[in-house]
């Protein structure tokens, strides 16, 4: 027994010592550049939610030049694993950090606490503290019109989505996408499957055949990648995309995309920074904001159809309406939102209910 | 010319320490081969993982911190493949676990004395995962059950459970939705060692691993469960239970396992959500046999795997090189030391044609 302790031993030993031997990595922090890190939850090849994130990234280093330097770390688990990874960036001198994803939530928090000189910019959640903002865009307005389009342009009055995570974010995406679809077709119905993912190519694809099997003649989903959207068109059938204009990577099938624009966000936020004028914001900016929009339609939406979008877009990005302004029915029948009223942020935050026209449930609750 | 595989005579104490030196510098050097392959410079990466893992006080906690649930883990999942009892449940065990310390942490609060609340929080993880184990153990003893298929299967029932759990019934009312349990209350908190994340899980672990050392070198216990592992014949000879040694044993397995799941909900997370079956269960199958299922070598291990994996990010973080790099280059430096341990039991011979004696090619486990 003694000799395999000593093994184990020796091989420990070895590799401190050749790790100790190699001197020191990091390179010295270049004076002047503003350090912006960001951490992904997917690759930014995944032409999809971190894609954007990504070209956002891109856009930064475009606009302010040498002023900033920016590095990336794609694939974090979310939960307790991402401290770690956040830690490492405000140990190693980052001056803001941008967590590109929902369930990094907590440990931000937790590390934002422990280094109050570092800001942290949090996407999508909904906690803040004198260092940490949160931000997100209402997704849910360019859901409502590529719903719009879909509604118009099913045949089978069958719409598949792929549901990711049942959470309010995608339930709220649901809704509105629905909401869209009923507005002109009051005869349709969108049947939802959800995956528990947000980026797993080969189950969401799967997800996505079982809708056409059940006779779904349009796709639309939730989760990062392009794969719901060519199995609709391998049969044939169409597609709405999502978080990118996935018409440049899949083909005319997909009819539009709610897509994600952060460029202007991130350029701003860091702006704001250097220039010492940054403070604890819950950044929720909508079409009127640029931050979300409607990707450019497929040559296969007729005019009709881009009209009525547009008219739609106009009388939201006036202010007049919102998506969830009543009445707003629910699954069951019951008003969540009397005619007159309009939903207020909070309740959108914490959506936890199907409307009409949906056809699936919510997890169990 | 033909190459065979013999079993040594007696394992040289020279072979010992060799094997596993060879072993990690041909690891090293494939590994030092992909990335020269992807554009790094292999010295600055592994001076880079090596500074990431083990650099600052802050780093090695980072690293114990992914070690501490491999340790325990990897201990359950020794005891188990000591008797060759193929457990590789300990992913749902440490979940099952983290669930039962849940539930005993948000229900038990308003019930039990402060005082008392961790304890039973920890002793209801322990509990859940050696049911968890017991279970496949008693049917593979009773009804003859394979027990690598129920130990994997039932994985997928804890961890699709806790999921059902946390996004349903036990969902944080005050979390806007989210999926996630309330936060447990301070009095259900592992504490931490110093400011680190690092927890008393570590000293669970290192007292725990001497423990089982000393039951499974110093007692007629441990004697019959090796005796069971190696020879299930003799052991029935000799009038040892062995449906009752290899529940009990199946019971301390799946017990470290929920130990675990206990320690990584009440020291890390502090309330039941996502990113608590992260692989920790299957790791420790790896720790296990690379530490030839000893239990203090699955310490020193575990703090190896622990730093690789922590090591492992800064290939992104630093080298800028894609993720699937780091993971690729972590398997290239498991598969070698894996390997390698065959060459302690075994030699290769060369054999020339002319002067052969009958081949005598052994097909033994190791």
């Given at each position: 027994m003694q000799h395999k302790i000593g093994h184990v031993f020796s091989l420990a030993l070895v590799l401190v010592i050749l790790l100790t031997?190699?001197?020191?990595?990091?390179?010295?922090?270049?004076?002047?550049?503003?350090?912006?890190?960001?951490?992904?939850?997917?690759p930014p090849g995944d032409l999809g939610?971190?894609?954007?994130?990504?070209?956002?990234?891109?856009?930064?280093?475009?606009?302010?030049?040498?002023?900033?330097?920016?590095?990336?770390?794609?694939?974090?688990?979310?939960?307790?694993?991402?401290a770690r990874v956040l830690r490492d960036y405000a140990q190693q001198g980052y001056d803001m950090i941008f967590a590109t994803s929902f369930g990094y939530m907590d440990p931000t928090v937790e590390v934002a606490q422990e280094f109050p000189d570092v800001k942290f910019e949090h996407c999508s959640g909904y906690k803040t503290a004198d260092n940490m903002s949160t931000y997100f865009g209402r997704m849910y307005q360019p859901r409502y019109l590529s719903g719009i389009v879909a509604g118009k342009m099913t045949e089978s009055n069958t719409i598949g989505y792929v549901a990711a995570f049942p959470i309010p974010e995608v339930v709220r995406g649901i809704n509105a996408f629905t909401r869209g679809v009923l507005s002109v077709n009051p005869d349709a119905e969108v049947r939802v499957v959800w995956t528990n993912t947000w980026y797993d190519p080969v189950?969401?694809?799967?997800?996505?055949?079982?809708?056409?099997?059940?006779?779904?003649?349009?796709?639309?989903?939730?989760?990062?990648?392009?794969?719901?959207?060519?199995?609709?068109?391998e049969r044939g059938a169409l597609s709405v995309g999502y978080d990118s204009d996935m018409r440049a990577f899949v083909g005319d099938t997909v009819l539009t995309a709610p897509v994600w624009n952060w460029g202007a966000y991130y350029v701003d936020t860091v702006k704001a920074a250097l220039d010492g004028n940054w403070?604890?914001?819950?950044?929720?900016?909508?079409?009127?904001?640029?931050?979300?929009?409607?990707?450019?339609?497929?040559?296969?939406?007729?005019?009709?159809?881009?009209?009525?979008?547009?008219?739609?877009?106009?009388?939201?990005?006036?202010?007049?309406?919102?998506?969830?302004?009543?009445?707003?029915?629910?699954?069951?029948?019951?008003?969540?939102?009397?005619?007159?009223?309009?939903?207020?942020?909070?309740?959108?935050?914490?959506?936890?209910?199907?409307?009409?026209?949906?056809?699936?449930?919510?997890?169990?609750? | 010319?033909?190459?065979?595989?013999?079993?040594?005579?007696?394992?040289?104490?020279?072979?010992?320490?060799?094997?596993?030196?060879?072993?990690?510098?041909?690891?090293?050097?494939?590994?030092?081969?992909?990335?020269?392959?992807?554009?790094?410079?292999?010295?600055?990466?592994?001076?880079?993982?090596?500074?990431?893992?083990?650099?600052?006080?802050?780093?090695?906690?980072?690293?114990?911190?992914?070690?501490?649930?491999?340790?325990?883990?990897?201990?359950?999942?020794?005891?188990?493949?000591?008797?060759?009892?193929?457990?590789?449940?300990?992913?749902?065990?440490?979940?099952?676990?983290?669930?039962?310390?849940?539930?005993?942490?948000?229900?038990?609060?308003?019930?039990?004395?402060?005082?008392m609340l961790l304890p039973t929080v920890i002793l209801f993880g322990m509990l859940a995962g050696a049911l968890w184990a017991g279970v496949p153990a008693a049917l593979k003893v009773l009804m003859g059950v394979d027990e690598t298929l129920t130990t994997l299967m039932l994985n997928y029932v804890a961890i699709l459970f806790s999921k059902h759990l946390y996004y349903g019934p036990w969902r944080d009312p005050e979390g806007f939705g989210f999926p996630g349990t309330a936060p447990f209350p301070e009095a259900a908190w592992l504490p931490r060692l110093g400011h680190t994340r690092a927890h008393w899980g570590l000293l669970f672990a290192v007292v725990l691993a001497i423990v089982l050392w000393l039951v499974l070198n110093r007692t007629r216990w441990g004697?019959?469960?090796?005796?069971?592992?190696?020879?299930?014949?003799?052991?029935?000879?000799?009038?040892?239970?062995?449906?009752?040694?290899?529940?009990?044993?199946?019971?301390?397995?799946?017990?470290?396992?929920?130990?675990?799941?206990?320690?990584?909900?009440?020291?890390?997370?502090?309330?039941?959500?996502?990113?608590?079956?992260?692989?920790?269960?299957?790791?420790?199958?790896?720790?296990?046999?690379?530490?030839?299922?000893?239990?203090?070598?699955?310490?020193?291990v575990a703090i190896l795997m622990g730093g690789l994996l922590v090591g492992g990010d800064q290939v992104q973080m630093m080298m800028g090189l894609p993720a699937a790099v780091g993971l690729v280059l972590q398997g290239m430096i498991l598969f070698p030391m894996l390997a390698g341990s065959l060459f302690t039991e075994y030699r290769l011979r060369i054999i020339r044609p002319e002067k052969t004696p009958p081949a005598l090619v052994t097909t033994e486990e190791a």
């Open positions: 031997s190699c001197g020191p990595a990091a390179a010295p922090k270049e004076e002047g550049a503003y350090k912006v890190a960001f951490v992904y939850i997917g939610w971190t894609y954007e994130h990504d070209r956002g990234r891109k856009l930064l280093i475009e606009e302010l030049g040498d002023a900033v330097e920016t590095k990336y770390i794609e694939n974090v688990p979310e939960g307790p694993d991402a189950i969401e694809r799967e997800a996505a055949v079982a809708l056409l099997d059940e006779g779904a003649d349009i796709i639309t989903q939730h989760q990062d990648t392009t794969e719901p959207q060519k199995a609709a068109q403070e604890t914001h819950q950044y929720w900016g909508g079409l009127q904001e640029n931050v979300v929009l409607l990707a450019e339609f497929s040559p296969k939406v007729p005019q009709d159809v881009r009209d009525l979008v547009e008219a739609e877009s106009q009388k939201i990005v006036s202010g007049d309406w919102d998506v969830f302004c009543g009445p707003v029915v629910d699954q069951n029948g019951n008003t969540v939102v009397a005619e007159g009223e309009c939903m207020a942020d909070g309740d959108m935050l914490g959506m936890s209910f199907f409307v009409k026209g949906v056809v699936g449930s919510i997890s169990e609750d | 010319m033909q190459f065979i595989f013999e079993k040594r005579q007696s394992v040289s104490r020279q072979a010992i320490i060799l094997v596993p030196i060879i072993s990690f510098l041909v690891s090293l050097l494939l590994g030092a081969i992909l990335l020269a392959v992807s554009g790094a410079n292999p010295l600055l990466t592994y001076a880079a993982m090596g500074k990431g893992a083990f650099g600052s006080w802050r780093n090695i906690s980072e690293t114990l911190v992914k070690a501490i649930p491999l340790m325990l883990t990897g201990l359950g999942v020794s005891i188990a493949f000591r008797m060759r009892f193929w457990n590789i449940g300990a992913e749902g065990q440490l979940t099952l676990g983290g669930v039962a310390a849940a539930w005993a942490a948000l229900s038990l609060a308003d019930v039990l004395p402060a005082w004697f019959e469960l090796r005796i069971i592992g190696e020879n299930k014949r003799a052991a029935r000879y000799l009038g040892i239970n062995i449906a009752r040694n290899v529940i009990l044993a199946l019971a301390v397995s799946g017990a470290l396992s929920g130990l675990a799941g206990a320690c990584e909900v009440a020291g890390i997370s502090r309330r039941l959500q996502q990113g608590l079956s992260i692989g920790y269960g299957y790791t420790a199958i790896i720790v296990a046999w690379m530490a030839q299922l000893n239990p203090l070598a699955v310490l020193l």
